[in-house]
């Protein structure tokens, strides 16, 4: 870099100014070259990640007995073809044109799914069509329960591609009435209002450190079953398809790795209806998805309490981009099952607008969760509206009777950059534990709030930094 100078200026003046601005000349530097090799390990994330190849072998599910129309079930043709196409080597197992009915299907290894175009996967909104219960993990704690619509368990190169729609057929007269409210169908004297005993009972399982093979939920205890639950899974692709109206959270990875979700469209309002929960995966790229849920659009999750400490494996090396939010708890979403941490988590490039997607970034958790949230990065992201922030921290989040111990959570090193909001309550909301610094080190720079009703509430947090922040057009800064 050269620096010109006066010629009127003392050779003593001139080293007297130069070494007065260095300090700060490199203070600058150095802060530019942290965030771009933050960004650079998001691309060394996506370079590293690799799609799943199968062999060009197709199985097409109608030659296994599945027929197109409603009064017919085609579970055991799908399937059959599924293990089929598997036993062979792999391949496509192919979804004709046409409306196919079916409960639930069970992955295989070295299997991709290929929903035609104008394809339907309609589901069976009856329980028994779910059992035998399988092994997974109900909002971050281990069970057998329903199986998913699609499931599979320890399985390798699977994928659901294609340009059909999986129609999950939720509604408040089947699935969403278990949550046992009256907004979403259900009635007094209603069999699920057996629910509120099957949640606590699961957190007793939990509390308790119950084995797994133990806690058999399933029939008679109403919780709900994902839709897509890809369990100790490697090398899983998502793409091209329409989602709609799970009874649950909807796209699922679980303890699994290397995985694509790309150019999904989802659109399901029901309760508890997230849109995709990675849970202690590792290496996930999610891109260009739409996503209009009745929950969080995207939630990053670890596993609650014992469970997730136990495990102690986090979520990490996660990208989001180029994705639109609509309606949604929230856009981007870390928690609250997150007792096994999450780190390493890159979102750029996303639009994020309505009145009723609450939030934008937020990380929600509490003193019975421990767990380390750390390393996130957020840029250019779009808000048209949101209800209440861009940017909340949560460390007081439904605290119950879970533990007996307080293990108190961590927050620490998330930057956000280059963010516009149009509408919003709050800029932020940061709401620390009293005594304890489990928020720290948040940075907020080159962003423009408008429509902002009320700056911020910042509660015990620590190293909150913003630079070049405007909201409603006033540059603002922290004292």
């Not at 699935?175 to 007793?204: C, I, M, N, T, V």
């Not at 939630?299 to 986090?314: C, E, F, H, T, V």
């Not at 909301?429 to 489990?438: A, M, R, S, V, Y």
């Not at 909150?464 to 922290?478: A, D, F, H, R, S």
Request: charged share 25%.
């Amino acid at each position: 870099m050269k620096i010109s100078l006066p010629k009127n200026v003392s050779n003593a003046l001139t080293i007297s100014m130069l070494f007065s601005v260095l300090p700060a000349f490199f203070a600058c530097c150095s802060q530019v070259n942290a965030v771009d090799k933050n960004w650079e390990k998001a691309e060394k994330i996506v370079s590293e990640i690799v799609e799943p190849v199968f062999p060009d072998k197709v199985y097409t599910i109608t030659d296994f007995g599945a027929k197109a129309g409603e009064g017919f079930i085609s579970t055991e043709a799908i399937n059959k073809a599924i293990e089929k196409c598997s036993s062979e080597g792999g391949g496509r197992v192919v979804v004709p044109e046409g409306v196919f009915y079916t409960g639930a299907i069970h992955f295989q290894s070295n299997v991709n799914l290929v929903l035609s175009e104008n394809a339907v996967l309609s589901f069976s909104t009856n329980p028994a069509d779910y059992l035998p219960v399988v092994l997974t993990r109900w909002e971050g704690i281990d069970c057998y329960n329903y199986s998913p619509l699609i499931y599979a368990y320890g399985k390798e190169n699977i994928a659901i591609t294609g340009k059909g729609l999986l129609k999950g057929n939720a509604t408040n007269e089947n699935w969403w009435k278990w949550k046992g409210r009256k907004e979403y169908g259900w009635e007094e004297g209603d069999p699920s209002q057996l629910l509120p005993h099957a949640r606590p009972k699961l957190d007793e399982y939990n509390k308790n450190n119950v084995p797994v093979e133990e806690r058999i939920m399933g029939e008679g205890f109403y919780l709900r079953p994902q839709f897509i639950n890809f369990y100790n899974c490697r090398n899983i692709l998502m793409s091209g398809i329409t989602i709609e109206n799970s009874p649950f959270w909807i796209i699922h990875p679980l303890l699994s790795e290397n995985i694509i979700i790309r150019n999904i469209h989802i659109n399901s309002l029901g309760t508890n209806n997230d849109g995709c929960d990675p849970e202690s995966c590792k290496n996930v790229l999610i891109e260009n998805c739409y996503f209009n849920t009745g929950d969080d659009c995207i939630a990053i999750k670890s596993g609650r309490n014992n469970d997730g400490l136990k495990l102690n494996i986090p979520t990490e090396n996660v990208v989001v981009r180029n994705c639109q939010m609509e309606n949604g708890h929230g856009g981007v979403v870390l928690g609250s099952e997150i007792s096994g941490g999450v780190r390493n988590i890159f979102v750029e490039e996303c639009n994020m607008d309505s009145p009723e997607l609450d939030r934008a970034i937020r990380i929600k958790t509490n003193s019975n969760r421990g767990g380390v949230v750390e390393n996130i990065f957020v840029r250019n992201i779009t808000i048209g509206e949101v209800k209440e922030s861009v940017l909340r921290i949560n460390c007081n989040y439904d605290i119950r009777k879970e533990g007996t111990d307080t293990i108190y959570p961590v927050v620490r090193n998330v930057h956000l950059t280059g963010i516009k909001c149009a509408k919003a309550k709050y800029a932020f909301l940061l709401e620390g534990i009293e005594d304890n610094d489990c928020i720290s080190g948040i940075h907020v720079s080159d962003s423009d709030f408008m429509g902002v009703e009320n700056k911020w509430i910042i509660e015990y947090a620590k190293d909150i930094t913003l630079e070049n922040v405007t909201i409603n057009k006033e540059k603002v800064k922290l004292n």
